[in-house]
């Protein structure tokens, strides 16, 4: 009986490997791989009989695992290329992840789960990152172990690329407020009086014994800025104990209402218009249990304040929660029933005289001025208000006569308003006295108009105050007013200016036709809904409201214009109409502004908006670039008067582009500021508007911020060669960003540079740029350069010859020492106006 030889199945194709490999080595024919066991006889390995049947499957594995083997050196190519573009979103997502959690927004779980997935990729990444296969074929089933484990790398770094698109977003809709939030303003450093008062109410905060804490001290002596710093001190330091802390400005006028409304906003919580201070009272109750400790700051208190109205869970039943109240009376403490007050003192004569020199200048230790200063210092009292008001108006002033002047007016103001401390009116009046010229003191007095702790916009000030010599009516933030009585406005009978924003009221009296100024922005005034189909917004209830020249308004939806609401806003000499549930107000230097927020933006009365607008903001509006098409579908003679575009968060719809379509001519002519942000999905500005036929000839500044996937910002070819008015450039966040224009191949280029006028560059975190323009190209203008985190630029589009504009060169020292210069002349003339500075 002849005897059978069996081998196991890895001696078997491990034999085959070794063949193959040595095949491919020496012919180069890896196509002919899988042939080589395809043209096996079937029993050429002398199986059993029962296995020959699976003889054919068991080939194919063997074919299989030879091709993984035999692959490796092209896997390991694969990885090295698809983990760069892994690493590239990772850094992304990173980032907005970031920016999500500092805006407050719960990151989803999905993203949180995907990061993890990340982290245990680039564990099993890093053993073959840069790892060349061996030479040797001889152990081929550790190759092919090997092979195979690159394979399942290459198919995880695929799949996570795939998912991490994220296209539900990247947090939920629903913000959780931060623990604590950073409130701006001045700090205590420097002063031992206040930091010692600042220490102790530190430590009873962690006190069990103490629940309600009180300061108190004289007006202006610095008991919100000791608060201010406390409540920023907690959010970067471990004796922070609370789950939230509530900032709450109460002042002498504020009612239970616009108390209840900060502390809901704060919450995140949904504040109703036409809630009752009961039923918010329930609500917030219900909020503020939810939560395992808190801190209320009520600042600057002036009487007693119901907790139970108010819906503030009392801190002996809330435990381990805690309220801080800040007011100029003792009597306050007692009646809120504090366990403890802190007071704080007046600063001592060294504290006064470092603080008034600080806000001063060194101007104070002069000889002359000197002893008139340290006069003037100790007419402020210690209070650190008066001192700082008083400091900052002597800054700078050099005449002995005016420091001499200045103590006189100190010492002879006499307070002639009965509760205000002799202390705190002698600097106030003698800041108000100082101004210059009577229309300056004129206006500042229109801040009396304005509740108390009111931010009032500059703008919006110097409006009223123009319109002086007409009656004006302001009720902003009056909430508990649901309508304004017309026997009330008898006393109005030239009433020009009317202010009803942040107000309950819900309709506008007949008696207002005379009107010129009128602002509604989030207000309960209710618009009738007609239009040219049912439930759009119209202005037909304003038109009739003929004098009228100055409009601010907020609409749920976009408005249907007629002709003649047309007609009648374009008469309007400024208006600020805000469309969508999260647009708000906004600076702006341009009279006829629009924005509009969370709105479907391919709806058709869209274009109206660009028609009659000079500044246009789109944030978080979805369908961009459909949008886009109907501007050049639509428009003929292009957007004129529009000067100002901002969009931010507006989504791109995916879709096949409308081929061919161009506009005829250029549909933003006078174009003067484009400012885009967290716009994914476009590669360049020129793509995302070449359709609208742009030439930016009037444009004076773009800012470019947080879109990952811009790869330049324009192209400069037939339709832009150069950008004659740009001042300003400022871009940011861009981490795929390679160059800032880029030059169409084969285009007959000016040798004139592409931004002959830009005085302000300003780049940070763009980690892939590496160029600016034409490497010949000087931008002669140039007077500011900010240069951060961007490591791979090397050269400046400066020689020479800009040594006498350029102001000031700011960025890292490492940076500014790699830089290529085309000589070191060039280097040397422009080193003293390098200025180091950390990011």
Not at 14 to 38: A, H, M, W
Not at 66 to 72: F, G, M, P
Not at 154 to 177: D, Q
Not at 478 to 502: A, D, H, I, Y
């Amino acid at each position: 009986m002849s005897q059978q030889i069996w081998f196991s199945s890895d001696l078997i194709w491990d034999g085959i490997l070794r063949g193959c490999v040595f095949f491919k080595k020496s012919k180069g024919l890896c196509d002919t791989i899988p042939n080589y066991t395809s043209s096996l006889p079937v029993n050429y390995f002398k199986l059993p009989a029962s296995q020959v049947e699976t003889f054919p499957a068991w080939k194919r594995c063997v074919g299989s695992k030879i091709k993984t083997t035999v692959n490796l050196k092209s896997n390991i190519a694969a990885v090295e290329k698809e983990m760069k573009s892994l690493m590239d979103r990772i850094k992304e997502v990173k980032h907005e992840k970031e920016a999500n959690e500092k805006e407050g927004n719960e990151i989803r779980a999905q993203v949180v789960t995907w990061l993890e997935d990340v982290e245990k990729l680039q564990l099993r990444v890093n053993p073959i990152q840069g790892k060349k296969p061996s030479a040797c074929f001889l152990n081929c089933s550790k190759r092919y172990r090997e092979s195979n484990e690159v394979e399942g790398i290459l198919e995880e770094i695929k799949r996570l690329l795939e998912v991490g698109n994220f296209e539900s977003g990247m947090a939920y809709p629903t913000r959780i407020p931060r623990t604590v939030e950073h409130i701006p303003g001045p700090s205590i450093q420097g002063q031992t009086t206040a930091s010692k008062a600042l220490e102790k109410t530190m430590r009873l905060l962690s006190d069990d014994r103490f629940q309600r804490i009180g300061i108190w001290g004289l007006g202006g002596v610095g008991k919100t800025t000791m608060v201010r710093t406390l409540n920023n001190e907690l959010q970067s330091t471990s004796r922070n104990i609370f789950g939230i802390i509530i900032w709450v400005t109460v002042s002498k006028n504020s009612d239970m209402k616009q108390v209840q409304a900060q502390i809901a906003l704060r919450l995140n919580l949904e504040m109703k218009m036409e809630e009752s201070v009961e039923r918010m009272a329930i609500r917030l109750h219900q909020r503020l249990m939810n939560e395992e400790k808190y801190l209320l700051i009520l600042d600057d208190v002036w009487q007693k304040l119901d907790l139970d109205s108010l819906g503030v869970p009392q801190p002996d039943v809330h435990k381990g929660s805690k309220i801080i109240l800040t007011t100029r009376f003792m009597e306050v403490c007692r009646k809120m029933m504090t366990d403890v007050e802190v007071k704080v003192d007046d600063l001592n004569d060294e504290e006064a005289w470092q603080l008034f020199s600080q806000k001063a200048g060194d101007v104070a230790h002069l000889e002359g001025i000197k002893p008139f200063a340290e006069a003037i210092a100790r007419e402020c009292c210690g209070l650190p208000l008066a001192i700082i008001i008083v400091g900052a108006a002597m800054r700078r002033k050099t005449k002995v006569e005016l420091w001499e002047d200045a103590l006189k007016e100190l010492q002879r103001s006499v307070p002639s308003v009965e509760g205000i401390e002799d202390e705190v009116y002698k600097p106030l009046k003698w800041s108000y006295d100082s101004l210059q010229g009577n229309n300056t003191k004129s206006c500042f007095l229109y801040c009396s108009l304005f509740p108390e702790d009111f931010s009032i916009e500059v703008s919006e000030l110097v409006l009223h105050w123009r319109a002086k010599e007409v009656s004006t009516l302001l009720l902003q933030g009056s909430c508990p007013f649901e309508e304004v009585p017309e026997r009330f406005l008898l006393g109005f009978e030239t009433l020009k200016v009317l202010n009803l924003s942040r107000t309950n009221i819900r309709s506008l009296p007949d008696s207002i036709l005379q009107l010129e100024v009128l602002d509604v922005t989030n207000s309960s005034y209710q618009f009738l809904v007609k239009g040219k189909e049912e439930g759009e917004t119209t202005f037909e209830e304003l038109i009739r409201l003929d004098g009228l020249l100055v409009l601010s308004i907020k609409l749920k939806s976009i408005p249907w214009l007629s002709s003649d609401d047309l007609s009648w806003i374009n008469r309007l000499r400024r208006f600020q109409i805000l469309i969508g549930p999260t647009a708000y107000s906004f600076l702006t230097t341009h009279d006829k502004s629009v924005a509009i927020s969370k709105i479907d933006s391919t709806q058709d009365s869209i274009l109206q908006l660009w028609d009659i607008s000079n500044s246009l903001v789109l944030k978080n509006c979805s369908n961009l670039n459909l949008m886009l098409d109907d501007l050049v579908i639509n428009t003929v003679v292009g957007f004129i008067g529009l000067k100002s575009l901002t969009i931010e968060r507006c989504t791109i719809t995916k879709s096949c582009p409308v081929r061919g379509l161009a506009a005829c001519c250029d549909l933003l002519p006078n174009l003067e500021e484009l400012t885009l942000g967290h716009l994914n999905g476009i590669k360049s500005i020129s793509e995302l508007f070449g359709q609208l036929g742009l030439r930016f000839l009037k444009l004076k500044s773009i800012e470019v911020r947080d879109s990952s996937e811009m790869k330049y910002l324009l192209s400069c070819g037939d339709i832009i060669q150069t950008l004659p008015n740009l001042e300003v450039i400022k871009v940011s966040f861009c981490w795929v960003l390679e160059e800032l224009f880029n030059y169409d191949s084969g285009q007959n280029m000016a040798p004139d540079p592409v931004v002959p006028k830009l005085r302000t560059l300003q780049l940070e975190d763009l980690s892939s740029l590496r160029t600016l323009g034409r490497h010949e190209e000087i931008w002669p203008c140039l007077e500011e350069v900010t240069v951060f985190q961007c490591n791979c630029l090397r050269r400046l589009p400066l020689t020479i010859q800009n040594t006498g504009t350029i102001k000031e060169i700011k960025g890292e020292s490492e940076w500014w020492d790699a830089l290529q210069w085309d000589d070191d002349k060039t280097k040397i003339s422009l080193l003293p106006h390098f200025h180091p500075a950390l990011h």
